[in-house]
Structures are given as structure tokens and as C-alpha cells.
């Protein structure tokens, strides 16, 4: 093709629609990209680090009825010029350009990403990586921006019920606990972990040595909690949190003696609107 014929390229997703129907969400879903996310300090590392992740995106924009279609391409562009460092602050910049890009009134970016924390071991002390599954959720729409943290935390549960009734032992499970909050400050996704551990009946680690493996049983037993307790334990602190201004904490048993799960929900806007 000669270079004057790039020019006369017809530009076919700018051209009108007669249908007169506007479309909610249109973009690119489930491409992955490499991203690098900012670490929270810890007592070892005063200025924290940086994680190396593969992130998940799914970018969409409000389309007008009067235009046949969007600009596909100009999703992927954003993403490249964002040299792969993501904070919250410059999540929010991409939702932004990818509006102002796309010429678009509405807009909506998801990140989702595996995310790394190293743990100690209760007794022994040894260090091991535990995951956690993260989502950056944010949107423009009529002409105000909002930004939401999503974090998944395994933790253990053990039946006050069972206990209670049982002379010996008393059954314990896995459990997700489902955190997304809507914030108005930043918030460190350790600070969800760390929020979330503590209103489990234990927390998990990666690795146990067995001292660490009797301290854990030991004191999941002693802190029993059922579906209902650790969602409203945890929407106890998030209610205190002033950073925060609307949440939903979800929890999932997946029960050692029944073949399905117990649920539970707690659903809050504390600035009412």
C-alpha cells in the first residue's frame, strides 16, 4: 500500500448508526498485561517495593447511538503507555485518558491480579509468600470518578456451633472473605488482608512448621465463628474507617461436613448516596 493511502483509510466505526440505540459497555475484555504494584513499608523496608504481577483488564466505554462502533485499538494503547507501574493514583489517571481517548461521557476499567504477602509463621517464625486475588474497579460516570478495592482473603472458620456440641474437636473450614470498598483516601490492599485475618477464627499461612501447626488449631478453637460472625465483624471496622464510603463484605464457608457452602452479606453506603 502506498504511504498516501493510509490517509484515505475510511474510519469505519466513526461512521453513523440509523438504530438509534446506545450501548452501555463496549471495549476489550480479559487481556492481560504486566503490571508492577507499590508495596505497603514494613518495619524491614521503610520505603516499601515493587511487586511484579500479571493483571487482568477489562475496558469499556458508553458508545452513543449515533456512532456504528469504538475505537478498539486506542484500550490496548492506554495500557502501553502506562510503562506497567500501577498505583491507585495512576489506575485512576488510565480510567480518565481512556474516557478523554474514546470520546466518551461514561467509562469503566478492571484489574484484577494476583497479589503476594509475605507472612511469619506464628511460633517458628518462618517466612512464606501467601496470594491473594485483588481487583481495582473504577468508573466515570456523569462526569463523577470513583474508585474501588476488591480483596479475596482465605481464612479458617471453626463452628461455635459444633463445638458446642461435640465432646471431642469441632469442624473447621476454609473461608473467603470477599472485601469491596469504595474509597475516598488511599488504602493499602495489606491493610484489607490485615483487617480481614483478624476477624477469622485463625489466619492462613503458606508454611507451618508443627508448633505452628498446633498454636493455629489451637487457637481457631478457641475463637469460633460462624458465616454470620465474620461479616459482621468485619463490617464492625470498615464502619469505623472514614476513608472508606461504601462496602460489601462477603463470606464463604466451603463446610468440611456438608457438600455445599454458607453465605453470608453485609451491603453498606455510609455516605448515603
Given at each position: 500500500?502506498?504511504?498516501?493511502?493510509?490517509?484515505?483509510?475510511?474510519?469505519?466505526?466513526?461512521?453513523?448508526d440509523?438504530?438509534?440505540?446506545?450501548?452501555?459497555?463496549?471495549?476489550?475484555k480479559?487481556?492481560r498485561?504486566?503490571?508492577?504494584?507499590?508495596?505497603?513499608?514494613?518495619?524491614e523496608?521503610?520505603?516499601?517495593?515493587?511487586?511484579?504481577t500479571?493483571a487482568?483488564?477489562?475496558?469499556?466505554?458508553c458508545?452513543?447511538?449515533?456512532?456504528?462502533?469504538?475505537?478498539?485499538?486506542?484500550?490496548?494503547?492506554?495500557?502501553?503507555?502506562?510503562?506497567?507501574?500501577?498505583?491507585?493514583e495512576?489506575?485512576?489517571?488510565?480510567?480518565?485518558?481512556?474516557?478523554?481517548?474514546?470520546?466518551?461521557?461514561?467509562?469503566?476499567?478492571?484489574?484484577?491480579?494476583?497479589?503476594f504477602?509475605?507472612?511469619?509463621?506464628?511460633?517458628?517464625?518462618v517466612?512464606?509468600?501467601?496470594?491473594?486475588?485483588?481487583?481495582?474497579?473504577g468508573?466515570?460516570?456523569?462526569?463523577?470518578?470513583s474508585?474501588?478495592?476488591k480483596?479475596?482473603?482465605?481464612v479458617?472458620?471453626?463452628?461455635?456451633?459444633?463445638?458446642?456440641?461435640?465432646?471431642?474437636?469441632?469442624?473447621?473450614?476454609?473461608?473467603?472473605?470477599t472485601v469491596?470498598?469504595r474509597?475516598?483516601?488511599?488504602?493499602?490492599i495489606?491493610?484489607?488482608?490485615?483487617?480481614?485475618?483478624k476477624q477469622?477464627?485463625?489466619?492462613?499461612?503458606?508454611?507451618?512448621?508443627?508448633p505452628?501447626?498446633?498454636?493455629?488449631?489451637?487457637r481457631?478453637y478457641?475463637?469460633?465463628?460462624?458465616?454470620?460472625?465474620?461479616?459482621?465483624?468485619?463490617?464492625?471496622?470498615?464502619?469505623?474507617?472514614?476513608?472508606?464510603?461504601a462496602?460489601?463484605?462477603?463470606?464463604?464457608?466451603?463446610?468440611?461436613?456438608?457438600?455445599?457452602?454458607?453465605?453470608?452479606?453485609i451491603?453498606r453506603?455510609?455516605?448515603?448516596?
Amino acid at each position: 500500500m502506498k504511504a498516501r493511502d493510509l490517509h484515505n483509510i475510511p474510519d469505519v466505526q466513526a461512521t453513523p448508526d440509523s438504530r438509534k440505540l446506545a450501548i452501555d459497555k463496549v471495549g476489550i475484555k480479559g487481556i492481560r498485561h504486566p503490571m508492577k504494584i507499590q508495596e505497603r513499608p514494613s518495619s524491614e523496608r521503610a520505603t516499601g517495593g515493587v511487586q511484579h504481577t500479571v493483571a487482568t483488564f477489562n475496558m469499556y466505554v458508553c458508545l452513543p447511538h449515533q456512532f456504528k462502533g469504538t475505537h478498539m485499538s486506542r484500550f490496548v494503547e492506554i495500557l502501553e503507555e502506562h510503562e506497567r507501574e500501577i498505583t491507585v493514583e495512576t489506575f485512576q489517571v488510565m480510567l480518565r485518558e481512556m474516557v478523554q481517548k474514546l470520546e466518551a461521557e461514561e467509562g469503566h476499567i478492571e484489574m484484577s491480579f494476583p497479589y503476594f504477602i509475605e507472612k511469619k509463621a506464628p511460633v517458628s517464625g518462618v517466612k512464606s509468600l501467601m496470594d491473594y486475588e485483588v481487583s481495582f474497579l473504577g468508573e466515570v460516570k456523569k462526569g463523577k470518578a470513583s474508585f474501588a478495592m476488591k480483596v479475596v482473603v482465605p481464612v479458617t472458620s471453626l463452628c461455635p456451633c459444633s463445638k458446642k456440641i461435640s465432646e471431642r474437636g469441632a469442624h473447621n473450614q476454609r473461608s473467603h472473605v470477599t472485601v469491596s470498598a469504595r474509597t475516598n483516601e488511599f488504602v493499602w490492599i495489606e491493610e484489607i488482608v490485615d483487617l480481614v485475618e483478624k476477624q477469622g477464627s485463625s489466619e492462613l499461612y503458606g508454611l507451618l512448621k508443627r508448633p505452628d501447626e498446633k498454636f493455629v488449631t489451637e487457637r481457631a478453637y478457641d475463637n469460633p465463628k460462624f458465616v454470620e460472625d465474620m461479616v459482621r465483624d468485619v463490617a464492625e471496622v470498615l464502619n469505623l474507617d472514614e476513608r472508606i464510603d461504601a462496602y460489601v463484605v462477603e463470606s464463604e464457608n466451603f463446610e468440611s461436613i456438608h457438600n455445599h457452602s454458607a453465605y453470608a452479606l453485609i451491603e453498606r453506603n455510609k455516605r448515603g448516596r
